[in-house]
């Protein structure tokens, strides 16, 4: 078999496993679902059967005629989703064929008193009227999950196939051809796992809608059986567990999906009488659907990313499969901790935001972009941004000075060494521990700051810092100079780290530029314009980049030092994050704030890539 021919082999097989798999998902959900409806129909014909049938004379449990009655009647009651067998003891009621429950089962459901799978139906425990004693068992047999193919899906299934077969035919032709087909080959995947998803979705609503249709039925036979229970709706609360019973009025024939306190739920209503309804009201089963987009669009994914391996296998040498099958190997658990640690939580960030979602309250409702418009609206955020671009703007300030102090100790001697080392230190220290030392040196009493401007009083220069208001001041506690002592601390951190990449930048400049420049009669500051500048740039753009970047998420200083005050003079974006999420417990506002500020750093980074590229491009 030729390397073609294995390829093609190769992708069919991932073709047909990206077409079985998420077809045996979605049947498995389905399953599922199907046996939770005939649970909760089985408890609910068995909370039925305690309220319609009448109890024994004599002894516990109830009268065995009536008893036979009711279960024949229920059995055959029409429009219910599942088929019933009901057991007293352990015989079997409504098929008097059927074989005889076991007596280790009911001994079981005496002494779990909860719903079973049988691997043939759901078992529900019969209790008597006083629910101590288990009296019997309700079996609810599922009608069969089936294949949940829609005409959508269908067509879907084929449009994949098809665009499958055509990769498969253009593997090993290289150019375009083969690209637009595994385009349109990857298009056709996400399409198929999107209508498997909806699949999926309409599955559950089904079930959903199916159960709430049974125990309304349910009720209402009760209630003719039982006129009584009109004036007591709680009595019937047995035929609808896992449902809520509240007063309300009519709202048609149907299930309805509508707003409860913020939470989504499937409602119907059960009429009582002339004018008096109750509603039952359930969580969707489809609202808990969402991880299952990921599941069928990654094995949906199968098929087009086999194609492209076999058809990369075939376009490359065996020794660039061989060397990019071993860089896959090392890059392998950088790419996990890369999923796991940043794409991973940026898509949880994504889900917390559109939902209203705090760890004390149980309701976790989709409330979509109206966290973005609401924070859009809340002049905190805007501040908490403001200020946040403001306390930015002391990056240009430590770039300048980085690079005067790296041009000033380029040399090799010992002292320049020394010195940089010294400079080196705050980058590498606690930030914490720097937090705390300089909020001692703050200090308006004992502070080293003010004692130092106060030597500084009596010259020219503490004239003017007089004047200005800063003779003895509280930097840390006066609003309007509060945000400015964090950006010196910020700068005295950085200029250590920004120096040592500018004089690795100056390092890698070829001296021979600089003594060309120097025979042609350029003096030190032409040098340093003309030919050390230039040079430079992408490292000034590094260091701009990844210094605005990392002022816009400054914590631990703020943190520390002031505590985002005061008067919230210092309440930075990342800062206000935290006590949104910490503080208020509000995690979807919190991540909003942090998509926000994603954005916000998605944009300054674009800018000034773009206004600074293209020179260092022609540097």
């Given amino acids: 078999m030729t390397a073609r021919a294995r390829g093609r082999w190769a992708a069919l097989v991932a073709l047909a496993a990206a077409t079985l798999l998420p077809l045996t998902a979605a049947r498995r959900v389905r399953a599922r679902w199907d046996r939770g409806l005939a649970a909760r129909d089985a408890s609910a014909a068995a909370g039925y059967l305690a309220i319609v049938t009448p109890m024994a004379r004599s002894g516990g449990g109830y009268d065995l005629p009536q ?15 599942v088929d019933f067998e009901i057991y007293d003891r352990t015989a079997p009621l409504v098929h008097a064929t059927a074989p005889p429950l076991l007596p280790a089962v009911l001994e079981q459901l005496r002494r779990e008193v909860a719903v079973r799978w049988t691997g043939e139906a759901m078992l529900a ?30 067509a879907a299934l084929l449009l ?12 090993g032709v290289t150019g375009e051809p083969w690209r637009q087909a595994l385009g349109r080959y990857g298009a056709a995947a996400g399409l198929f796992g999107v209508a498997m998803f909806a699949d999926v979705r309409l599955a559950g609503r089904g079930a959903t809608d199916q159960w709430l249709s049974d125990a309304r039925l349910l009720m209402q036979e009760a209630m003719a059986r039982v006129p009584e ?22 709202l048609g024939s ?5 707003d409860v306190a913020g939470l989504v739920r499937a409602v119907v209503a059960v009429r009582l009488g002339p004018g008096r309804w109750v509603e039952l009201r359930a969580r969707p089963l489809e609202a808990g659907t969402a991880p299952w987009l990921a599941v069928v669009l990654g094995l949906a ?32 658990p950088s790419a996990l901790h890369l999923v796991a640690f940043t794409v991973g939580p940026l898509l949880f960030a994504l889900y917390l935001s559109v939902h209203r979602f705090s760890p004390v309250e149980p309701a976790r409702p989709l409330i979509g972009l109206a966290g973005y418009a609401q924070a859009l609206g809340n002049p905190l955020v805007w501040a908490a941004l403001g200020r946040t671009l403001l306390y930015a703007c002391y990056v240009p300030v430590s770039v300048a000075l980085a690079l005067a102090l790296a041009l000033l100790l380029r040399g090799r001697s010992r002292g320049a060494r020394l010195a940089r080392t010294l400079f080196f230190l705050p980058a590498v220290s ?68 920004q120096m040592a990449v500018f004089h690795a930048g100056l390092e890698s400049i070829p001296r021979a530029y600089v003594d060309a420049a120097r025979v042609d009669g350029a003096n030190a500051w032409q040098r340093f314009r003309r030919v050390t500048l230039p040079l430079l740039r992408p490292v000034i753009l590094f260091v701009l980049v990844t210094g605005i970047l990392g002022a816009c998420q400054v914590f631990a200083l703020v943190a520390v030092l002031t505590g985002g005050g005061p008067v919230s003079a210092t309440d930075v974006a990342v800062y206000r994050i935290y006590r949104t999420a910490w503080e208020q417990l509000q995690f979807g506002d919190a991540s909003v704030l942090s998509v926000l500020l994603f954005v916000l750093l998605l944009a300054a980074t674009r800018a000034q890539l773009k206004l600074l590229d293209r020179r260092v491009e022609h540097a």
Avoid at 75 to 80: D, N, Q, T, W
Avoid at 254 to 258: A, D, K, L, N
Avoid at 304 to 317: D, H, I, Q, T, V
Avoid at 472 to 478: A, T
């Fill in 67 to 81: 008893l036979l009655i009711r279960a024949r009647a229920l059995a055959g009651l029409p429009g219910l989703a």
């Fill in 125 to 154: 425990p019969l209790l008597d009227r006083d629910g101590w004693d288990v009296v019997g068992a309700v079996a609810a047999q599922p009608q069969g999950a089936g294949w949940p193919v829609s005409p959508w899906s269908f």
């Fill in 160 to 171: 994949f196939v098809a665009a499958g077969v055509q990769a498969v035919r253009a593997m």
């Fill in 229 to 250: 229970t009109r004036a007591a709706p709680a009595s019937l609360a047995p035929i609808a567990r896992g449902a809520e019973l509240a007063p309300a009025d009519s």
């Fill in 254 to 258: 149907g299930v309805v999906r509508r």
């Fill in 301 to 332: 994914a199968l098929g087009p990313l086999g194609a492209l391996l076999a058809g990369w296998s075939l376009a490359a040498s065996p020794r660039q499969r061989r060397e990019t099958v071993a860089a896959w190997g090392f890059l392998a």
């Fill in 430 to 497: 606690s930030v914490v521990a720097v937090a705390l030392v300089w909020r001692w040196m703050y200090q308006p009493d004992v502070g080293l700051v003010n004692h130092l401007l106060g030597h500084l009083l009596g010259h020219p220069f503490g004239q003017l810092l007089t004047r200005a208001g800063l003779g003895r001041v509280d930097w840390v506690g006066d609003p309007a100079i509060a945000l400015i002592a964090v950006m010196i601390v910020s700068v005295w951190t950085q200029l250590g780290y």
